[in-house]
């Protein structure tokens, strides 16, 4: 109990520090996109820190219910882990983007150690000219060096699906409200986000389609 509850600090200290950050970041970092093709009534979801053997073919079959494709930023490690998943990803016409090798954070390494890292990803997957920095840590000094090849995709609205303990009524109730034409929507299909990912998706999916939003990849 003790354990989960530490836990579960750390978790939402760490929020709040990134929500400052994002809050900033926005403002500072606008060569980033953080929301897209703002006239359509379009949202993008994105699928962070998969393939996952069983938790990424059910989003598959999600999205396939409702006709919606994802963008699916994947990590290097688990492509070479699980290789059946991507190829599928693809067939059913979702977009596999770059998410490093290792799922790196980018304030602990060097530009040239973050481009490595970014390089042995597209290695596995080929290069698909978008990019998303895992935890929102981006490594300011690779950024130009970045965006030669990729776009760099932030975000709009967080599920918050990583969290333990998450208050799924609430959530729900708060990516609803935050969405808005041409957002950009994280989930992730990890196993540590694999109970609040599926209490959520499917409604917030029915939600997307009842309010008349298209759901493509970015
Ligand atoms: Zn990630």
Not at 162 to 187: D, E
Request: charged content about 25%.
């Amino acid at each position: 109990m003790k354990n989960l509850l530490a836990r579960k600090n750390v978790a939402y200290l760490t929020f709040a520090a990134l929500n400052f950050w994002y809050s900033i970041g926005k403002t500072f970092l606008p060569k980033l996109t953080w929301r897209k093709g703002v006239n359509e009534q379009t949202v993008y979801l994105t699928f962070d820190d998969g393939p996952h053997p069983e938790i990424t073919p059910w989003v598959m079959n999600e999205l396939d219910k409702v006709g919606a494709n994802g963008t699916f930023f994947v990590v290097g490690d688990n492509v070479v882990k699980y290789p059946g998943i991507v190829p599928e990803l693809r067939k059913r016409k979702n977009l596999v983007a770059n998410h490093t090798f290792h799922h790196v954070k980018g304030w602990r390494l060097n530009a040239e150690q973050y481009l490595n890292e970014i390089a042995a990803c597209d290695e596995v997957i080929g290069n698909s000219g978008l990019f998303r920095p895992p935890f929102g840590q981006i490594n300011f000094k690779a950024i130009p060096l970045i965006l030669q090849k990729n776009e760099i995709i932030m975000w709009d609205v967080l599920s918050k699906d990583y969290l333990p303990g998450l208050n799924i009524r609430r959530a729900l109730a708060r990516i609803k409200r935050q969405t808005r034409p041409g957002s950009i929507v994280v989930f992730h299909d990890s196993k540590k986000a694999e109970t609040n990912l599926k209490a959520m998706l499917p409604e917030y999916l029915k939600f997307l389609k009842d309010n008349g939003y298209q759901m493509k990849v970015l």
